[in-house]
């Protein structure tokens, strides 16, 4: 049963409540189940009556009279606990954001909170609303946010979101925050635009979500009185109280470039921090592999082994959640009138479950999977591989640049000095530089020059996955470059690794050339085997499909190569622009 977009009908209200009077039956009931009451902090014992989609009654009763068709499951030696939610997902790091949903639900977490940039790039706004609305009848809670930026420096910045588009955005009912701010340094000081966009959220009842890596208590104060609500970036303990004592929520991160959340929580504990009502986990859009644990209850895991109380673990993965987004009707508990979202765990301190109802219905039947997630129709919605209609002209391969980009880590990069050299067919001058070009998707215009930290050997690597949904390519031979852009055009999108003339890796991305529709579980082993030959190949770091997507994006210090050009991003300014083709 799918409870669109937020509300029961009155015709299945009475229902709900006709259940209660006897006049109708359960569909589910789970008898005798200790579960836990997020409002009380307590472990108490109840038969839970679920009528469809919904929990109608929690209590010491049983019906009068219990039909056939009503199941009936003896919960003894379980313990329930409410349904995990991701509040911060980026569900299009190579996976989609139904097989990322589908995964999800195997491990307990039902409720999940999306960015919406890749539907900004990818679909006009009437399909990107059908695509919603037809995201509601999954067993997962789906739930979006509208982004007031595109995260980089696009050539039509200005024409990428109106006032129209985003106001449409925060109205649409499964759109339930704006935000996250990563262009928060402008609304600090003269972007009346996105300043307005605060407001109107805040007018809607929805909430602000920031993104203020590093900021001051007094920049968090500002952000605080123009209206933000929380935060997801804090790197330690301090950090995370500050952002508690001026009265945010705060996420705790636990994702594949920022693995905080152990780190954080033995730093609070140092703290003494003994209320956790705003504090919530999230995985902020990891790649693949990370996941192969689960999402949420992987942080409840670690929250619980760091020895915050195990009641207040799973509060921050449920209630706290729902609080924060003021959806504590709908979602996060385990009470009457609440989504039928619940975990069986074996435990109370083991948060992985062997059984999950998503919506009332069995998604995980003792630790079996039940199929019954649906699907989408991605050509319905336009969602077909990328077709390219030019083709890559060696001669466009050239690199003459006086700065390129030299990475700290995966995703920061500095400026560093180029000494002049012949525009060759390989580079040899250094072992672990590389040449580098973005190409427009519709070929159009291209940016190039040399990265230094990704490859000491490498011949090509070329990616239609990016932060922008343009084309990457890497490499120290412009031959394996072509070679690998060739194969890409071929698979209609993704990411092909090229060398000595041979292609040696290739992950189709069929979906527009940014996500695949294969299974989490085989994208994992994929992720994995690319892992390991970038490896070999001299990368250093830990997550390459961080470096891919991160290369275009302004939120992050210090230089990168957007479609506008090579941009010093402190002083905003273009340092060599693109080339038109």
Same mark, same amino acid.
């Given at each position: ?54 929990? &109608? ?8 009279? %219990? ?15 409410? +349904? ?25 977490? =039902? =409720? ?63 759109? !339930? ?13 003269? @972007? ?11 007018? /809607? ?14 920049? #968090? ?5 123009? +209206? ?8 330690? +303990? @301090? ?47 990891? =790649? ?102 030019? @083709? #890559? ?16 880590? @995966? ?62 390519? !890497? ?21 092909? #690794?090229?060398?000595?003339?041979? %292609? ?29 030959? /970038? ?28 479609? &506008? ?17």
């Amino acid at each position: 049963m799918n409870e669109h977009l937020y509300r029961w009908r009155n015709k299945q209200l009475r229902e709900h409540v006709a259940v209660i009077d006897g006049h109708l039956a359960p569909t589910k009931i789970l008898k005798q189940a200790t579960y836990l009451n997020v409002y009380l902090k307590k472990w108490l014992t109840a038969n839970i009556w679920i009528y469809e989609d919904r929990i &109608v009654y929690v209590g010491d009763d049983m019906p009068d009279r %219990i039909p056939n068709k009503t199941e009936v499951v003896d919960c003894k030696g379980q313990y329930l606990v409410p +349904g995990y939610v991701e509040p911060h997902a980026h569900p299009f790091q190579l996976y989609n954001p139904h097989s990322l949903a589908e995964y999800a639900l195997k491990t307990g977490t =039902t =409720t999940l909170v999306n960015d919406n940039l890749m539907w900004l790039l990818l679909l006009n706004q009437k399909k990107a609303f059908s695509l919603l609305d037809e995201m509601q009848n999954l067993p997962v809670s789906m739930f979006w946010w509208a982004r007031f930026s595109s995260q980089s420096e696009l050539r039509d910045e200005a024409d990428f979101l109106d006032d129209e588009e985003v106001l449409e955005w925060l109205n649409h009912e499964a759109v !339930i925050q704006g935000g996250e701010l990563t262009n928060w340094p402008d609304i600090l000081h003269e @972007d009346e635009r996105g300043l307005y966009w605060m407001q109107e959220t805040k007018r /809607l009842r929805k909430v602000v979500e920031g993104h203020f890596p590093g900021a001051s208590k007094k920049t #968090l104060t500002k952000m605080k009185l123009l +209206g933000a609500d929380g935060d997801h970036e804090s790197i330690s +303990g @301090d950090e995370l109280y500050r952002r508690l004592e001026l009265g945010y929520y705060a996420a705790i991160r636990n994702s594949s470039i920022r693995p905080d959340l152990r780190k954080i929580l033995q730093d609070l504990k140092e703290m003494d921090l003994t209320v956790w009502d705003q504090v919530l986990f999230t995985t902020d859009g990891s =790649t693949p592999s990370f996941y192969e644990e689960g999402i949420i209850n992987k942080c409840i895991e670690i929250a619980i082994e760091e020895g915050v109380p195990v009641e207040e673990a799973y509060a921050m993965a449920t209630i706290n959640a729902a609080k924060y987004f003021s959806l504590e009707h709908r979602f996060g508990s385990i009470a009457p009138g609440r989504v039928a979202h619940i975990n069986f765990i074996p435990s109370k301190d083991n948060p992985t479950p062997t059984s999950v109802l998503a919506k009332g219905e069995w998604v995980l039947k003792d630790g079996e999977s039940t199929d019954r997630i649906g699907s989408i129709d991605w050509e319905k919605f336009s969602l077909t591989k990328m077709k390219l209609d030019w @083709d #890559l002209d060696p001669d466009e391969l050239r690199f003459s640049m006086p700065i390129g980009m030299e990475m700290i880590n @995966d995703v920061i990069m500095k400026p560093y000095p180029i000494k002049s050299e012949a525009d060759q067919n390989m580079l040899a001058r250094s072992k672990n530089e590389a040449y580098v070009m973005l190409m427009d998707r519709d070929g159009e215009w291209r940016v190039s020059t040399f990265l230094k930290g990704f490859t000491n050997k490498l011949g090509g690597l070329v990616s239609s996955y990016s932060n922008t949904g343009d084309l990457i390519l !890497i490499g120290k031979s412009k031959r394996d470059m072509a070679l690998a852009f060739n194969r890409m055009q071929e698979l209609g999108g993704g990411i092909v #690794l090229a060398h000595e003339g041979e %292609i040696i890796f290739e992950l189709p991305l069929e979906i527009k050339g940014v996500m695949t529709d294969t299974s989490m579980e085989r994208l994992i082993e994929q992720e994995k085997e690319m892992k390991t030959i /970038l490896k070999d190949f001299g990368y250093a770091h830990s997550d390459p499909v961080y470096t891919l997507l991160f290369l275009s994006s302004t939120h992050l210090p210090y230089i990168r190569i957007t479609p &506008v050009g090579i941009m010093d991003v402190l002083k905003k300014d273009i340092l060599f622009p693109a080339i038109m083709r």
